[in-house]
C-alpha cells in the first residue's frame, strides 16, 4: 500500500505541473492576442505609415556598343512633418510666406488656397504632407531648400525629400518605340514606374532592380531616416540596335513619307546570320508630323496582306514540290482572266512567261495559274507545304504584342472557291514586316531560318549576368535546291524584273516588290489604299544584312519599287558604306589602343575599369559622384568634380548618361547629337547659366 501510495502521489504531482504550465501558456496567449492587443496595433500602425520603400535605380537600355538609349536621372518630391518641434514653434508666423512662396514657385494655385491646406495639415497633425504638385529637378530642390520653414532643414523644418528616378532617352526619339515606355504601377502593390511598352516592359524583370526599405523614427522630435534594407539596382540591357545603322535607317524613311504622305512606313534592318535587329523604324503621322507612334514592324496594326511579297512563298512551294521548274512556261495572256468568278489582272499584258519571269514581273495571273493548275484538286497540299515553311507561326520575340499571322486552310468556313488564287499572290492571309523578312531571311541565310533577336546581353555594373545566343526556328525551310533557284529569282527581280531601280553600282541586291491593296473589316478593299513594301538583302552574293520597308497607304505612287524602293536603296548603298568604313577603323583600332586614355565621368566606373586593367598609374579617390582625369608625367591623377549652383558644368570628355546627369541636376535641359563621349557643348563651361536654358551637345 505504501508504494502505491507513493505512485500516486508522484503521479498527481506530474499531473498537477502540466496543467500549471497549460494555464500559464493558455494565460499567456490571451494576454498576445486579447489584453496586449492595442499595443500590436500600434507596433503595426507605426511600421505600416513609417516604413518607406525605397526604389532602385532602373537599369540602362543600350545600344550593342554601350550606348545609352534609355536612362534613369533623379527626381525629387518634398513632404513637411507639420507635427515637428521646430516647425510648430515658427508655423504661425511663417505658413503665410511658405504659402506665398510655393504658389509662386508652382504657379498652380493661388497663396490662400496653399494657405488653406497647410493649416488643415497642420491642424491634423499630418507629419508626410506632400508641398511639391510636381516631381521637381535638383536645383529646383536647391530654391526649396531657402523657403520659410523648410530652410531650418530636416529637423527643425521638418523637410522630408523623396528622391524618384525620371527616365530619358538620351538619342531623342531614334527607335523609341522599340525601346518602349514606363508607366505608373497599375496595382496599388507595384511601387513605381514599370515597363509599360517594347524592350522597357519585355526585360522588366532585369531592369526594375529591388526596392529596398527605410524606417522614419521620431527621435526627441526629429524624424530619422534609416535605411534598413539597401536597395538592389537594376541590370542593364544591352540590345542589337547600332546607333548609326538606326540613324540611317529612320532618316530615309523619314524623308520619303514626307514625299509620299503616307499613313506609316517601317524599316527593319537584319543581320542575316544571326537574326540580330540592327535597325527597327516605326513612323506614323500625327498632328505635328511624322514620329514613333506604334510597333508597325511586329504589331498587329502592322500586320496585313502581303501582297507580291509573299510570291517567292508560294513559287517556292511548288518548286519544292517539284510540280514546276524555274523554266516552265505559263501563258498570262493579256493581263486579265477569270478564276471562280473573280477578275485577277496585271499591270500588263506578257503573254507567255517562264516561271522565273512571273516572279521577275510580278504576275498575279502567272502565279495564280501556276498554282491552281497544280493544287487546284488538292489545296492542303498547298498550304501544308506553305505551313511547312513556318510562317504561319509567331515569332515569339521578347517584345509583347506581336501579331499573329492569319492563314485559311482548305475546310475552314471561310475558305472559298478564290481563295487559293488569291493566297497565291498575297491576298486572304496576313503577316507582319517582321514576320516576311524572317523568311526573305532564311533564304539569304541558306535556308536556315533564324529567329529575330533585339538583345544580346543582361549586365549588372557591367559583369555579365545573361548572354542571348542566336536560336534556329528551322535549320532548313526547303532543300539547297530550292534555294538555290530562289536566291536566283530574287537577284533577277532587281536585274531584269520591278525592282531594277534598287540595283546600285558598287554591289548586288536581291529582293521583291510587293504591292497590295488595303483591306479594312468593314468595307472591304478600300479604294485607292494599298501597302507598297520592298524586301531583300544584299550584297546578294554573300548577304550581310536582309531588309524590308513597307509604306501603308501612300499618295500618288503606290507601287512598291517606286516607293518603298528608294529607300531600300539609300538604306543598303549607306549600310555598305558605313561597313567598309568600319572595316578600316578595326584595322587601326590597335594602334589607337596603345595609348589609352581615361575621360571624365562617374568615380565609381573610373575607378573600377582602372582596377580591372590592372592600371597602377592611376591615382587617387575623390568621394564625390563625378571626377576628372588629368594626366601628369604618365599617371593618371583622379580627382573630384563639384559644381556650383548657376554655373554651366563641364561634361567634355563625358558619357552621355554621365553628362546628362550633371546637366540636369544644374537646372538645364538637355539637346543631345551623336554617340560616344561629348565632343562639344554649345553653353561655355563655368558660364552662368538660368533655370530651364537649353544645352545642345554633341558625342563623337
Same mark, same amino acid.
Given at each position: 500500500?505504501?508504494?502505491?501510495?507513493?505512485?500516486?502521489?508522484?503521479?498527481?504531482?506530474?499531473?498537477?505541473?502540466?496543467?500549471?504550465?497549460?494555464?500559464?501558456?493558455? $494565460?499567456? &496567449?490571451?494576454?498576445?492576442?486579447?489584453?496586449?492587443?492595442?499595443?500590436?496595433?500600434?507596433?503595426?500602425?507605426?511600421?505600416?505609415?513609417?516604413?518607406?520603400?525605397?526604389?532602385?535605380?532602373? $537599369?540602362?537600355?543600350?545600344?550593342?556598343?554601350?550606348? *545609352?538609349? +534609355?536612362?534613369?536621372?533623379?527626381?525629387?518630391?518634398?513632404?513637411?512633418? &507639420? #507635427?515637428?518641434?521646430?516647425?510648430?514653434?515658427?508655423?504661425?508666423?511663417?505658413?503665410?510666406?511658405?504659402?506665398? =512662396?510655393?504658389?509662386?514657385?508652382?504657379?498652380?494655385?493661388?497663396?490662400?488656397e496653399y494657405l488653406r491646406k497647410l493649416k488643415g495639415a497642420y491642424k491634423a497633425g499630418n507629419r508626410g504632407f506632400l508641398i511639391t504638385s510636381r516631381k521637381i529637378d535638383y536645383l529646383e530642390l536647391q530654391q526649396l531648400k531657402k523657403f520659410p520653414i523648410l530652410r531650418r532643414g530636416r529637423y527643425g523644418g521638418g523637410m522630408i525629400v523623396e528622391q524618384e528616378n525620371k527616365r530619358v532617352n538620351p538619342l531623342g526619339s531614334l527607335a523609341l518605340r522599340t525601346i518602349g515606355s514606363l508607366n505608373k504601377g497599375e496595382y496599388e502593390e507595384i511601387n513605381g514606374p514599370i515597363g509599360y511598352?517594347?524592350?522597357?516592359?519585355?526585360?522588366?524583370?532585369?531592369?526594375?532592380?529591388?526596392?529596398?526599405?527605410?524606417?522614419?523614427?521620431?527621435?526627441?522630435?526629429?524624424?530619422?531616416?534609416?535605411?534598413?534594407?539597401?536597395?538592389?539596382?537594376?541590370?542593364?540591357?544591352?540590345?542589337?540596335?547600332?546607333?548609326?545603322?538606326?540613324?540611317?535607317?529612320?532618316?530615309?524613311?523619314?524623308?520619303?513619307?514626307?514625299?509620299?504622305?503616307?499613313?506609316?512606313? !517601317?524599316?527593319?534592318?537584319?543581320?542575316?546570320? !544571326?537574326?540580330?535587329?540592327?535597325?527597327?523604324?516605326?513612323?506614323?503621322?500625327?498632328?505635328?508630323?511624322?514620329?514613333?507612334?506604334?510597333?508597325?514592324?511586329?504589331? =498587329?496594326?502592322?500586320?496585313?496582306?502581303?501582297?507580291?511579297?509573299?510570291?517567292?512563298?508560294?513559287?517556292? #512551294?511548288?518548286?519544292?514540290?517539284?510540280?514546276?521548274? !524555274?523554266?516552265? *512556261?505559263?501563258?498570262?495572256?493579256? $493581263?486579265?482572266w477569270a478564276n471562280n468568278g473573280r477578275v485577277i489582272r496585271d499591270t500588263h499584258g506578257?503573254?507567255?512567261?517562264? /516561271?522565273?519571269?512571273?516572279?521577275?514581273?510580278?504576275?498575279?495571273? @502567272?502565279?495564280?495559274?501556276?498554282?491552281?493548275? =497544280?493544287? #487546284?484538286?488538292?489545296?492542303?497540299k498547298y498550304v501544308d507545304r506553305v505551313y511547312g515553311f513556318g510562317v504561319n507561326k509567331a515569332l515569339g520575340i521578347e517584345i509583347e504584342g506581336e501579331g499573329r499571322p492569319y492563314f485559311k486552310y482548305p475546310g475552314d468556313a471561310d475558305w472559298w472557291g478564290t481563295t487559293l488564287a488569291g493566297m497565291s499572290y498575297g491576298y486572304e492571309t496576313k503577316m507582319t514586316p517582321l514576320q516576311i523578312l524572317t523568311f526573305y531571311n532564311a533564304v539569304a541565310n541558306g535556308g536556315k531560318m533564324v529567329k529575330p533577336r533585339m538583345v544580346k546581353e543582361i549586365r549588372d555594373n557591367g559583369i555579365l549576368v545573361k548572354r542571348f545566343d542566336p536560336e534556329v526556328l528551322n535549320p532548313m525551310i526547303a532543300s539547297r535546291e530550292t534555294i538555290g533557284k530562289a536566291q536566283d529569282m530574287l537577284e533577277g527581280v532587281c536585274e531584269r524584273g520591278t525592282g531594277t531601280s534598287i540595283q546600285g553600282k558598287y554591289f548586288k541586291v536581291a529582293g521583291k516588290t510587293g504591292t497590295a491593296?488595303?483591306? !479594312?473589316?468593314?468595307?472591304?478593299?478600300?479604294?485607292?489604299?494599298?501597302?507598297a513594301s520592298f524586301t531583300g538583302y544584299f550584297p546578294a552574293d554573300n548577304p550581310q544584312y536582309s531588309l524590308i520597308v513597307t509604306f501603308n497607304n501612300p499618295r500618288g505612287s503606290y507601287y512598291g519599287g517606286s516607293v518603298a524602293g528608294p529607300v531600300f536603296k539609300e538604306i543598303s548603298e549607306k549600310v555598305y558604306a558605313s561597313q567598309i568604313l568600319a572595316s578600316l577603323e578595326d584595322e587601326q583600332?590597335?594602334?589607337? @589602343?596603345?595609348?589609352?586614355?581615361?575621360?571624365?565621368?562617374?568615380?565609381?566606373?573610373?575607378?573600377?575599369?582602372?582596377?580591372?586593367?590592372?592600371?597602377?598609374?592611376?591615382?587617387?579617390?575623390?568621394?564625390?559622384?563625378? +571626377?576628372?582625369?588629368?594626366?601628369?608625367?604618365?599617371?593618371?591623377?583622379?580627382?573630384?568634380?563639384?559644381?556650383?549652383?548657376?554655373? /554651366?558644368?563641364?561634361?567634355?570628355?563625358?558619357? +552621355?548618361?554621365? #553628362?546628362?546627369?550633371?546637366?540636369?541636376?544644374?537646372?538645364?535641359?538637355?539637346?543631345?547629337?551623336?554617340?560616344?563621349?561629348?565632343?562639344?557643348?554649345?553653353?561655355?563651361?563655368?558660364?552662368?547659366?538660368?533655370?530651364?536654358?537649353?544645352?545642345?551637345?554633341?558625342? @563623337?
Open positions: 500500500m505504501g508504494i502505491r501510495k507513493t505512485i500516486l502521489t508522484r503521479f498527481a504531482l506530474v499531473y498537477f505541473v502540466l496543467l500549471l504550465f497549460t494555464l500559464i501558456v493558455i $494565460g499567456k &496567449l490571451f494576454s498576445v492576442q486579447r489584453i496586449k492587443n492595442d499595443r500590436w496595433e500600434q507596433i503595426e500602425e507605426n511600421l505600416s505609415k513609417n516604413t518607406v520603400v525605397v526604389e532602385p535605380t532602373r $537599369g540602362n537600355i543600350c545600344a550593342e556598343d554601350g550606348s *545609352v538609349l +534609355a536612362t534613369s536621372v533623379p527626381g525629387y518630391f518634398v513632404r513637411i512633418d &507639420l #507635427a515637428a518641434d521646430g516647425v510648430k514653434k515658427v508655423f504661425n508666423n511663417e505658413c503665410d510666406s511658405l504659402a506665398w =512662396h510655393l504658389s509662386r514657385f508652382f504657379k498652380d494655385a493661388s497663396q490662400n511598352t517594347g524592350l522597357e516592359r519585355a526585360y522588366e524583370s532585369y531592369l526594375k532592380g529591388q526596392d529596398g526599405v527605410s524606417y522614419r523614427q521620431n527621435l526627441s522630435g526629429r524624424w530619422v531616416i534609416r535605411t534598413e534594407i539597401e536597395p538592389q539596382d537594376g541590370m542593364d540591357v544591352v540590345t542589337t540596335l547600332n546607333v548609326k545603322l538606326q540613324d540611317i535607317v529612320e532618316s530615309a524613311l523619314y524623308n520619303q513619307l514626307l514625299e509620299s504622305n503616307a499613313d506609316w512606313a !517601317t524599316a527593319i534592318l537584319m543581320e542575316v546570320k !544571326t537574326g540580330e535587329l540592327k535597325a527597327i523604324a516605326n513612323l506614323g503621322k500625327g498632328e505635328s508630323g511624322y514620329y514613333e507612334k506604334d510597333n508597325y514592324a511586329l504589331g =498587329h496594326r502592322g500586320c496585313f496582306e502581303p501582297g507580291s511579297s509573299f510570291k517567292l512563298v508560294s513559287l517556292m #512551294a511548288a518548286l519544292e514540290d517539284g510540280v514546276v521548274d !524555274t523554266s516552265d *512556261v505559263v501563258d498570262t495572256g493579256n $493581263g486579265s506578257y503573254g507567255k512567261l517562264t /516561271v522565273k519571269q512571273v516572279f521577275e514581273k510580278s504576275s498575279n495571273i @502567272g502565279t495564280a495559274k501556276i498554282i491552281t493548275d =497544280h493544287y #487546284a484538286k488538292n489545296p492542303k491593296r488595303v483591306a !479594312t473589316s468593314s468595307s472591304g478593299y478600300s479604294k485607292g489604299m494599298y501597302l583600332e590597335e594602334d589607337r @589602343g596603345r595609348n589609352l586614355k581615361i575621360a571624365k565621368g562617374n568615380t565609381e566606373d573610373i575607378l573600377e575599369v582602372a582596377d580591372e586593367l590592372d592600371l597602377e598609374n592611376v591615382k587617387g579617390k575623390p568621394e564625390s559622384p563625378l +571626377a576628372n582625369v588629368e594626366e601628369n608625367d604618365n599617371q593618371l591623377l583622379v580627382t573630384g568634380t563639384e559644381f556650383q549652383q548657376g554655373l /554651366v558644368p563641364d561634361v567634355r570628355g563625358m558619357g +552621355a548618361s554621365d #553628362a546628362i546627369f550633371l546637366l540636369e541636376n544644374a537646372g538645364l535641359k538637355v539637346k543631345i547629337n551623336g554617340v560616344g563621349k561629348v565632343k562639344t557643348q554649345s553653353l561655355r563651361a563655368g558660364a552662368k547659366c538660368s533655370p530651364g536654358q537649353t544645352i545642345y551637345i554633341a558625342l @563623337g
